[in-house]
């Protein structure tokens, strides 16, 4: 496996690979590696001649500075895990070498950015947008791997492929959970211990509120999702909307779409950590 900081020298390796006639997958991700990735990673592996994993914390989607950071880092572990996966090259760029210029461009597909996440963290789409599309520009990939856990991303860079009429294909693939539910995300390495034993309250709200939609409506199980979770001492409900799965827009019926998501956004703990789920209704 070999690491790049250089777009230039990434290039150059793909160029190779290229006209051996070989297909790409592209893994994008702001490292502190786990099981989540990883799984990413093995689906592009499985999928592709050469897989490459971006390792970025990409300063142009964080709107909170202290969030940003407080992010998580290890290269060194990374670049184990990413290896241990079977992955060909990490592309690891310094925040020069993505943005030598200021990223002026602004990326708005309303009403996909909208709403949720777009409406809680302002300009992170935005910056989600502009580190994609390099990453495309950069990598071509014929491929690229997205979680689940980020539903509204996936949405996002749906529409930002679009826009750009580029050729990559997106590949969903689902949420890595913990044994206790807790969905895998690099913010859980801030959880202090006591926080990490309330986190997965969060999922097992999601969870049993399966059982309670099926005899009540959106708004009592929306409702009681919200009161549930934050009714335990240490966890707050930012936002919880039921959606339908492709819009992301609220819905107000079960019959309202074949496809119904709850995405919800948590703080957890003293300070805080901020941690995003999702269930499936149908
Ligand atoms: P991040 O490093 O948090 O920007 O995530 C990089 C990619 O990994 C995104 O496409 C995420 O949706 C995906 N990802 C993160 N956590 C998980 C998880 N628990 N299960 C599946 N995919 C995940």
Redesign the pocket.
């Known amino acids: 496996m070999k690491v790049f900081h250089k777009i230039s020298d990434l290039q150059n390796e793909l160029f190779l690979a290229r006209k051996e006639g070989k297909k790409v997958g592209l893994?994008?991700?702001?490292?502190?590696?786990?099981?989540?990735?990883a799984?990413?990673v093995n689906h592009s592996v499985a999928d592709n001649d050469i897989t490459v994993v971006s390792v970025f914390v990409n300063p142009t989607q964080f709107n909170d500075k202290n969030d940003l950071n407080s992010y998580p880092r290890d290269l060194d572990a990374d670049c184990k895990l990413i290896e241990e996966c079977g992955a060909d090259f990490v592309f690891a760029p310094s925040v020069e070498e993505m943005y030598p210029t200021p990223d002026n461009r602004h990326f708005d597909f309303p009403p996909v950015t909208s709403v949720m996440e777009g409406a809680h963290r302002s300009g992170h789409f935005n910056g989600v947008c502009q580190v994609v599309s390099r990453l495309f520009y950069i990598v071509r990939p014929e491929r690229a791997?997205?979680?689940?856990?980020?539903w509204q991303?996936?949405a996002v860079i749906k529409c930002l492929v679009k826009y750009l009429g580029i050729s990559v294909q997106i590949v969903e693939?689902?949420?890595?959970?913990d044994e206790d539910g807790l969905?895998?995300?690099?913010r859980n390495a801030l959880l202090s211990s006591d926080e990490r034993v309330i986190a997965p309250n969060i999922f097992k709200s999601l969870k049993s509120s399966t059982d309670y939609a099926k005899k009540h409506t959106v708004e009592q199980t929306h409702d009681k999702v919200i009161k549930d979770i934050n009714a335990i001492d240490g966890l707050e409900v930012e936002y919880f909307s039921i959606v339908d799965g492709n819009t992301l827009q609220d819905v107000s019926s079960w019959d309202d779409s074949q496809y119904i998501v709850g995405c919800i956004t948590v703080y957890c703990g003293k300070k805080p950590v901020r941690l995003i789920d999702h269930i499936k209704y149908k």
């Open positions: 893994v994008p991700t702001m490292g502190a590696l786990h099981a989540g990735h799984s990413l791997y997205f979680g689940e856990k980020d991303q996936i693939c689902p949420i890595v959970r969905a895998r995300s690099s």
